[in-house]
């Protein structure tokens, strides 16, 4: 098998299967294919076509403060540019189209700016700037904050000062105002000096960004499901919110697994659990309950007679509750209609079999106990009791 390819001025071998093409603009580029044998000789012609895209051309020059430190720069690159990278001292980057920079030490600095082009095309720019050194002056405050808190903002070195945007600053021309952004913003300050340049004073634009982070926009909770378990069991704790929130629960380990929206306890014992939900400055604690009841507890120990007879003759005439590991309890006994007829918190005390003053029906009557047993283990027991005359 053969191939020859054409035009050939812009491959490298126009014999090869795989040439390699370096063509300045679209070019379509032809093959002939030819397979011989057995004293046959079979061709076939395809083309390809490879388009050019132009390179941006990357450039930019700059306007320096004549009092030293500061420079803006700007873009002056060609050919459909849609993005800047821009490497304005070691550590400081930025993305804009025409930054600036503040250099508080001056000196020699490189500067770099790729820029790439609606076809993703990149092409790189280097140029030194010397920067004279500035007075002494600084610009600084709080970095980030949660929506509706305040930042402190600081400028120094200054006889005057005028800090934007206005709108959300208590006052602008203060060298200390306080920040109530909304949003993330850039402050910058004008930092006029007693110092001068050609009779003028001189001035200086500095810069301190607030970054303002929210938590959620709905409200922040907590539940456990269900909220009541039996001893050994799960519980499942869902914080609820917007997305993004970094939740942690404490006790810390007391769930699997300890970060997350919806985690899995298994308490021993009641507890109480705390979801810790950070996003940025933001941080907010909600908390969540888990009751935890140990049948075992009133089982094993509980005794409650399933008859009784209040007529006076001195034998089974009340109805308690016994239980010597019971040391704080709810007791309350409910008629057929379901009408509260009896409740007690003391063990003291036991229903006689009246209901508002007088005599109750004899009958079933339903009874319900809530009950915390030594060591905390809670215990919810149901039953029912005949009243007998």
Known sequence: TSYTWAPAATLNNTNTSSPLANPSVNTVYT???????FGLSCSDTRTVQVLVRPSPTTSFNYTANPCGGGIYFFDQSQNNIVSWSWTLAPGVTSTVQNPYNFYSQGGTYTVSLVSTNNFSCQSKSDVLVQVN????VSA???TAICIGNKAQLYAFGGISYSWSPASSLDFPASSNPIASPSVSTLYSVV???SGTVNGDNCEFVL????AVSVLSSIPVSAVANPGLIKKGDNSTLIYTGSPGALVQWYPLNSTTPTFGYTVTAKPDGPRTYTAVATNGACRQDVTVFVDVFNPECLEKDLFIPNTFTPNNDGNNDKLFVRGLKVEEFYFAIYNRWGEKVFETTDRAVGWDGTYNGKPADVGVFGWYLEAKCQGGESAFLKGNVTLIR
Do not use: M
């Open 191 to 193: 930092i006029t000096t």
């Open 31 to 37: 093959v002939t294919i030819v397979n011989s044998g």
């Open 207 to 210: 810069t301190q960004s607030v």
């Open 133 to 136: 050194p500035p007075p002494p």
């Open 140 to 142: 600084s405050g709080a």
